[in-house]
Antibody
């Protein structure tokens, strides 16, 4: 059974840092692109970063470029998101998701339960 | 970047009604489209890929159609457990991103 379990969320002051983790199990983690997706309170889904199987390629949404860094440890089946210079507008539930490619399309087929990040003084 | 626009933003219907949600891409994406269901307080769930193929375990009352720029998600007979927000997502031109639509909230009247 595929499982993704996020952790590391919490309350942080503006300008602060936080590191999120996502522990994966039930599939060969190293074979998949992975993604962080966030959802601000009462808002829609926004992709944050997509990271290639070996971590060699990472693509960030413009609003987090230069502040957030995604990484992965395939030996530990884990995905990470280092968030620096946090702003109030980064307040959101953060989900990790597996990206599955089929017939040439790319889909987020499994999601974790999310971890809540609140940026407030 | 290709933009995804959903309509309506919310819909209220009675149990047993047919509900249709629309997703429009700013440029053609063939059939590279997914639909997700997010129930209140829960993570999104993958429903449909390649515009019309149901993920395993998804009830047959859900269906997807469309190609190019215009897509629909249809619930043929709305059930109480279908109360959720539904999102489309384009699935082509990856990387860099896989953009979501703004979501459509489905409620029971």
């Amino acid at each position: 059974e595929v499982q993704l379990v996020e952790s590391g969320g919490g309350l942080v002051q503006p300008g602060g840092s936080l590191r999120l983790s996502c522990a994966a199990s039930g599939f060969t983690f190293s074979r998949y692109w992975m993604s962080w997706v966030r959802q601000a309170p009462g808002k829609g889904l926004e992709w944050v970063v997509n990271i290639k199987q070996d971590g060699s390629e990472k693509y960030y949404v413009d609003s987090v470029k230069g502040r957030f860094t995604a990484s992965r440890d395939n030996a530990k089946n884990s995905l990470y998101l280092q968030m620096n210079s946090l702003r109030a507008e980064d307040t959101a539930m953060y989900y990790c998701a597996r990206i599955y490619d089929v017939w040439g399309g790319y889909y987020r087929d499994f999601w974790g339960q999310g971890t809540l990040v609140t940026v407030s003084s | 970047d290709i933009q995804m626009t959903q309509s309506p933003s919310s819909v209220s219907a009675s149990v047993g009604d047919r509900v249709t949600i629309t997703c429009r891409a700013s440029q053609g994406i063939s059939n590279w489209l997914a639909w997700y269901q997010q129930k209140p307080g829960k993570a999104p769930k993958f429903l449909i890929y390649a515009a019309s193929t149901l993920q395993t375990g998804v009830p047959s009352r859900f269906s997807g159609s469309g190609s190019g720029t215009d897509f629909t998600l249809t619930i043929s007979s709305l059930q109480p457990e279908d109360v959720a927000t539904y999102y489309c997502q384009r699935a082509n031109s990856f990387p860099p991103g896989l953009t979501f639509g703004g979501g459509t909230k489905v409620e029971i009247k």
